[in-house]
Nanobody, 114 residues
Framework: VQLVESGGGLVQAGSSLRLSCAAS????????MGWYRQAPGKQRELVAA????????DYADSVKGRFTISRDNAKNTMYLQMNSPKPEDTAVYYC????????WGQGTQVTVSS
């Protein structure tokens, strides 16, 4: 399975940003997925997760109400809409399976300036 994250960049606090995750595997549509992030000096953490059909989502308390996860199974693509980002959201963002993550992609850097 190849996962390619994109959409990161340098943004100001309070703005918005949308990340994308393109998956190569035909099993994407039957795999619960998640967005993870890793800030410098910190462990990788799960920030948002979505069920196979997209009807159920879950968020870390730190992003709840600001981030929205979604997926388009017809396009094998998942998204993370980041609204009102904060400097503490600065990290490399990755996508992977929610349970038993496989090989990691390169991620996409998100830097939020104050």
């Amino acid at each position: 399975v190849q996962l390619v994250e994109s959409g990161g960049g340098l943004v100001q606090a309070g703005s918005s940003l949308r990340l994308s995750c393109a998956a190569s595997a035909f099993t994407f549509s039957i795999t619960p997925m998640g967005w993870y992030r890793q800030a410098p000096g910190k462990q990788r953490e799960l920030v948002a997760a979505i069920s196979t059909g997209g009807s159920s989502t879950d968020y870390a308390d730190s992003v709840k109400g600001r981030f929205t996860i979604s997926r388009d199974n017809a396009k094998n693509t998942m998204y993370l809409q980041m609204n009102s980002p904060k400097p503490e959201d600065t990290a490399v963002y990755y996508c992977n399976a929610r349970f038993r993550p496989g090989n990691w992609g390169q991620g996409t850097q998100v830097t939020v300036s104050s």
